[in-house]
């Protein structure tokens, strides 16, 4: 009986610190660095093109005021090509890189999640 239980204590801890490896071994952050220079407050996503996460998701958005900058630091894994959406508060037509839900594509939207921040990001008309 104890030789089962230490086999499985023994198990279960492999499996932690395989786990808790992997995670830190490709874990990464990245800055965003967005400036609204619209006149209108700006509603932005974070899009992962390689997996199915949204930043900062659960259906909320990040939201910045006119003339607001703001920087959204993101834990990422390494290497993750994430794009950003925006669009004017309750005007989705009105958008700039993937705009509201990925739906659109982009020449230069786009960044490589490698640390670091990006350039400042100009929302403008």
């Known amino acids: 009986m104890t030789n089962i239980s230490n086999r499985a204590r023994l198990f279960a801890l492999s499996v932690f610190m395989l786990a808790g490896g992997l995670q830190s071994a490709t874990a990464a952050d990245v800055t965003f660095q967005m400036m609204n220079s619209h006149p209108n407050a700006v509603e932005v996503e974070l899009y992962s093109q390689d997996r199915n996460h ?26 993750e090509k994430i794009c950003y959406g925006a669009w004017v508060s309750g005007d989705k037509a009105t958008y700039w890189g ?25 929302l403008t008309e």
């Open 54 to 79: 949204i930043w900062p998701g659960n259906n909320q958005v990040y939201y910045l005021d006119d003339g607001e900058t703001k920087q959204i630091p993101l834990s990422c894994d390494e290497g």
């Open 98 to 122: 993937t705009g509201p839900e990925n739906a659109e594509t982009c020449d230069d939207c786009c960044y490589t999640c490698e640390g670091g921040s990006t350039e400042e990001i100009n």
